[in-house]
């Protein structure tokens, strides 16, 4: 909508870099309060923050690039070089890079993926206002009083009302991370955190590519983002039941070693 904030001799502040950095630093601070309260090392957040967020804008440019792969082969710099990033990618990479660096610190992966991963919501919702302020990601055409008009320069097409579908995302990420912090406080069985938010993530992302309007790829009928939603669903589907299993199993060894304990 806005994204040159305010400039400072040559320096510009664009909106969607600046809020990038908000959600950063939020995602960050929320984490290192959430690992002091579990007795879990604010460093290794700090470093799978770091980590995470180097490894994801890499991935989300590696898929970008995979998506518009035409493009890309007639002229690399128009896309190597332009602010594309496919969301997914990153979270891919970002997460590939967490459980690389949890066995290289001998920590456990499961339990820093939980930990993170409401993180991971928040720091996307205010990446999605960011969207919003550059004009990318925008939605479908409409009349209806949640359109929004895009000045002349956005990446958004100007002069007409478009559903602001960029905002959509950023409630349903905040949205998602509350629901996760909350249930985290009751949830007892590792990875289940980890996995709602694969599932809730991917469902939301799979309904709002029906109403975004700018160009993202296809698979068949679906967009890039709703065929890979469909396996983020499915594996988060599969974590959540894999993990209430193996919790059943070690609650029932624990039950057998008391009672042999018992007989001796």
Known sequence: MYNEIFSIGKITIHGYGLMIGIGFLAAV?????????????????????IFGILFGFLGGKILYVIVEWKRFMEDPWSVLGSSGFVVYGGIIIGVLAGYIY?????????????????EIAIAQGFGRIGCFLAGCCYGR???CFLGVEFPAGSLAPSGVKLLPTQLFMSAGDFLIAIALILYARKNKVDGN??????IL?????????????????????????QFISIFIVAA????????????RKGVKAEATVKEESKDE
């Open 29 to 49: 601070l929320i984490g290192m309060y959430r690992a002091k309260k579990k007795d879990m090392s604010q460093e290794a957040i700090l470093d799978i923050a």
């Open 201 to 225: 993530y991917g469902v939301g992302r799979f309904v709002i590519e029906f109403f975004r309007n700018d160009a993202r790829g296809a698979v068949g009928a679906l967009s890039t983002s």
């Open 193 to 198: 955190i980890g996995a709602g938010y694969l």
């Open 102 to 118: 949890t066995k290289i610190k001998k920590i456990s992966f499961i339990k820093y993926f939980d930990l993170v991963m409401p």
């Open 141 to 143: 055409e409409t009349e």
């Open 236 to 247: 988060g589907v599969a974590f959540f039941v894999w993990n209430i299993l193996r919790a």
